[in-house]
């Protein structure tokens, strides 16, 4: 008798049998190809799947740290240096 079963589509529309499997292939997809023959590819999609606190962290820094820099004045170079790069 058949029976139904639970499955996840990637973006590709390729079916896997868990969240994180359909994940990984989606974040495989958005790298391209990584390493000779893109054999690289889908350890660094694991990986990233791994990393994924660490990894979301390092964005929640850089989120803040370029709205920080938002207000922050343009630098120019200083007065006294130009003078002595100058002479």
Do not use: C, W
Request: hydrophobic share 45%; net charge negative.
């Amino acid at each position: 008798m058949a029976k139904a079963i639970e499955a996840y589509r990637d973006e590709r529309g390729n079916l896997h049998h868990s969240p994180a499997s359909a994940i990984v292939a989606d974040i495989a997809a958005a790298l391209g190809r990584v390493g000779d023959e893109g054999g690289l590819t889908v350890g660094v999609a694991k990986l990233i799947m791994e990393k994924r606190a660490e990894i979301e962290q390092a964005f929640a820094d850089y989120d803040a740290l370029e709205k920080a820099a938002d207000g922050l004045a343009e630098v120019i170079e200083h007065p006294a240096r130009k003078s002595a790069a100058a002479r």
